[in-house]
């Protein structure tokens, strides 16, 4: 499967903002979809994952409550909402898809096997 992020851009601190990841070459089905993001300086990191099957969702505990990962099944595609940004939000968000069930692993990069390509999230303060 190969995954393409969008929808990145510059957003003041509080302020609201969705990136997407569409799927070719296969839907998501089966799959289970990561977000990380990498900011400058530091290793990429695990923001959150979505099982395609049956919708279920899991955060880092740095975006619990600000942000939301979802579906839309008929579109296969797979969204991010951010919401309440901070200045430290600010990195390359990635998709990431694997078909390892392992729920426990679901927040390691190593884990996943198809990645897209990164959108920039950029919040100012």
């Known amino acids: 499967v190969q995954l393409q992020a969008s929808g990145g851009g510059l957003v003041p601190a509080g302020g609201s903002l969705r990136v997407s990841c569409a799927a070719s070459?296969?839907?998501?089905?089966?799959?289970?979809i990561g977000w990380f993001r990498e900011a400058p300086g530091k290793e990429r990191e695990f923001v959150g994952w979505l099982r395609w099957s049956g919708g279920s969702t899991a955060y880092a505990t740095s975006v619990k409550g600000r942000f939301t990962i979802s579906r839309d099944i008929g579109k296969n595609m797979v969204y991010l909402q951010m919401n309440s940004l901070k200045p430290e939000d600010t990195a390359v968000y990635y998709c990431a898809a694997t078909s390892r069930g392992i729920l426990s692993s679901l927040g390691e990069r190593s884990t996943y096997a198809y990645w897209g390509q990164g959108t920039q999230v950029t919040v100012s303060s």
């Open positions: 070459g296969s839907t998501f089905r089966g799959y289970s």
